[in-house]
């Protein structure tokens, strides 16, 4: 297992263009997360899924973007017409959860998006 | 609200030279609290917690809940330690991360 795997590493698209980022977390993680890193800002919460189900998301995920993780293993996050603030390190987080402990995150190494 | 405020972007000290890291957070009820460590060309990684108390890289937090702090200290810095460090907080489903300091450890 080498951890949280994200692709692309970096993608670079045209305003209006749609974007599909894929994220693999650890295999016995049933949490995982996307957060949104801009230049000079720590991390943002974007979504959360425990296994499937997507428990939450943020005032900041548009209706432009959208989260799945089927069947509970890898999830994509897709943003639609895309925008130039939408530039951005979009970060993948997994953890596992068991009872009465916080085991803090496993991150990812990010997909670099720029809308040109 | 739940707020995590890092007062400094960058902090630079000499090698050898004690380290703190400030960390002041904004929480309702109990917190849990990390710190996240991203070196050069690396991904974001946890360095320690609080529920923990543990010492890592030689690094320590205490919770300090009269001052809502959790300040990230070590008594002798080393150049490998220069990075970007986060304060996170755990709440309901996510952690809420702070701005970030840039630490800097000058030869």
């Known amino acids: 297992d080498t951890g949280v795997s994200q692709d692309p590493r970096h993608k670079i698209t045209k305003r209006g263009q749609n974007v599909t980022f894929r994220c693999d977390p650890i295999?016995?993680?049933?949490?995982l997360y996307w957060y949104r890193q801009t230049l000079g800002q720590g991390p943002e919460f974007l979504t959360y899924f425990q296994n499937e189900a997507q428990l939450e998301k943020s005032r900041l995920l548009s209706d432009r973007f959208s989260a799945e993780r089927p069947k509970g293993s890898f999830s994509t996050l897709e943003i639609q017409r895309t925008e130039q603030g939408d530039s951005a390190m979009y970060l993948c987080?997994?953890?596992?959860?068991?009872?009465?402990?916080?085991?803090?995150?496993?991150f990812g190494s990010g997909t670099r998006l720029t809308v040109v | 609200a739940q707020r995590v405020t890092q007062p400094e972007k960058l902090l630079s000290v000499f090698k050898g030279a004690p380290v703190e890291l400030k960390c002041n957070y904004s929480y309702s009820g109990s917190p849990e609290l990390f710190w996240y460590v991203q070196y050069s060309r690396q991904r974001l990684q946890l360095l320690l917690r609080?529920?923990s108390r543990e010492s890592i890289k030689g690094f320590t937090a205490d919770l300090n809940k009269g001052e809502t702090s959790f300040h990230l200290k070590k008594p002798f810095a080393q150049e490998e330690d220069s990075a970007m460090y986060y304060c996170a907080l755990r709440g309901t489903y996510k952690y809420i991360f702070g701005t970030g300091t840039r630490l800097k450890v000058l030869a």
């Open positions: 609080h529920i």
């Open positions: 295999s016995e993680h049933n949490r």
């Open positions: 987080a997994s953890s596992d959860s068991y009872a009465g402990q916080s085991d803090g995150y496993t």
